[in-house]
């Protein structure tokens, strides 16, 4: 967060630079998707998000985005909790001072109401040099979320996942030794292919595939600028077994080759130093 400011507003959007998928913090979040689908895990439910839907994301409530399509686009807010106790003294608004609320809170706003506050987020996050007038605005844009999200009637669809297919999607965030498939798969008590199916039903997209995208992810995070290693040695690091297999899964998701990102990133650093 920036200093002054108690939460913070961005966007994101799929194509680009990729992203940190899951996580666990002490402030309440919310999603305003802007265009596009994906596929959320909260726990052992996974929400189905399209184009105006609001979900909360409470302190305790674990995440992961499992799946996205390639014109996912949505507001991201995280609220202070000082923030959060300051403005909500009503009794409905209490509600989003819990740690976590026993379900998953995802609505369809009504129409135009999710163009109204997503121009009025692009403003917020435009105002974060002044903490003043961003933590303004952002106790205004979070009431209005939360009465805009109570006057919904739409609830975003959601199913129950298998333990299976929960267990294999956290052990393939967290893993910090990359496994093969075999060993994943009899971590979760099912055969590969069992896991395999049941995976790509639930969560909308293949075991592999979600494999890749969280190596993909390491890698990121292990390269940084590209000072200290090579793209190959973080690419092993990551997980991926061979450069070709790196660099396919690059080039798909990122729309650019390795190297070209990484000239990208060197000319970013530069740029930085002067």
Not at 111 to 133: E, F, H, T
Not at 212 to 229: S, T
Request: charged letters at 25%; proline letters at 3%.
């Amino acid at each position: 967060m920036i200093p002054g400011c108690e939460g913070a507003v961005w966007s994101y959007a799929s194509s680009g630079s990729t992203r940190r998928r899951s996580h666990r913090h002490e402030e309440l979040e919310l999603n305003l998707v802007v265009s596009g689908t994906a596929k959320y895990l909260v726990g052992e439910r996974r929400c189905d998000l399209v184009r105006g839907t609001l979900i909360w994301l409470f302190p305790e409530q674990d995440h992961l985005l499992l799946n996205e399509s390639r014109d996912y686009a949505m507001w991201i807010v995280v609220i202070s909790p000082a923030l959060l106790r300051r403005v909500c003294r009503g009794l409905p608004a209490q509600r989003l001072l819990i740690g976590d609320p026993g379900e998953v809170l995802a609505r369809s706003l009504r129409p135009g109401q999710g163009s109204s506050m997503s121009s009025q987020l692009a403003d917020i996050a435009a105002a974060s040099v002044d903490a003043d007038l961003f933590n303004a605005g952002l106790s205004y844009a979070v009431l209005r979320a939360w009465a805009a999200f109570n006057d919904a009637d739409t609830v975003a669809i959601g199913f129950d996942v298998h333990p299976a297919v929960e267990k294999a999607a956290r052990l393939l965030r967290d893993e910090s030794e990359p496994e093969n498939m075999e060993a994943i798969a009899q971590r979760c008590g099912l055969s590969r292919s069992r896991l395999s199916r049941l995976f790509k039903q639930q969560a909308g997209v293949s075991l592999v595939e979600y494999r890749q995208r969280q190596c993909l992810e390491r890698f990121l995070a292990i390269f940084g600028h590209g000072r200290r290693l090579t793209l190959l040695d973080a690419a092993l690091q990551a997980g991926f077994g061979s450069y070709a297999n790196f660099h396919r899964v690059f080039r798909q998701s990122m729309r650019q080759s390795p190297a070209e990102y990484r000239r990208r990133q060197n000319k970013s650093l530069t740029s930085d130093a002067n």
